[in-house]
């Protein structure tokens, strides 16, 4: 074999050795690149799996707050009903039939015999009164939200210096023949309507709570 085709055969061999090491690195890129790729893709992946689940999550948590504010209102509207607002209200209510019946407090014709006016004002309406103060006194709280609780309050307080002069009157003989009009503390007009227009918007407020929809609690 001549010297010039031996070189020719080493520089053939040089040139398959480059072509299959070429091979080999871009062979070894692109793997690299496809493992590259596919690890971030699955990292993307990762990532927006844990983003959905922590929207899920806080979708969750938002649901449940509302579920608590809705059932906390819920509750405390049925308390203001029920142990302070109703049973204020049915008394006064009761109240309203009742004295105009006693003779020394109407006006009215149809009045009771003397004997059974002063029997209602001690067992009835002097009792009648007492519960209203306590209500007032231990349940005040739950007139503190509303819209008028200034004006209301304010008549709560003349409601009680009044029962205070009303239970001082029927407890000394001597002033027995007053009322509390005459003594500067008049039963205050303004208290029943206040109470009513309280408890009538409360019961309102509870049945339109009671029929929404979940969808529409965290409007």
Known sequence: MSENFIEKLIDLGFKLIELVIDKLLL???VLLA???VNRRFEIFKNETNEKYRQRQLIAELENQLAMSRYNAELEFIERQISEFYWPIYLRLEKD???WKRIKSLSAEKNTLPEAASEAIE???ILKNHQEIVEIIESKIHFAGNSANSKELINEFLKYIKHV???KTIHSI?????FNPIDLNEPFPEKIFPLVENNFRELQNKYEKLKKAKFSELNK
Request: aromatic share 20%; proline share 0%.
């Open 27 to 29: 062979g070894g890129i």
């Open 34 to 36: 496809g493992y590259w």
């Open 96 to 98: 309203n039939v009742m």
């Open 122 to 124: 001690k067992d009835f």
């Open 164 to 166: 205070e002069v009303y």
């Open 173 to 177: 003989k001597e002033l027995q023949r």
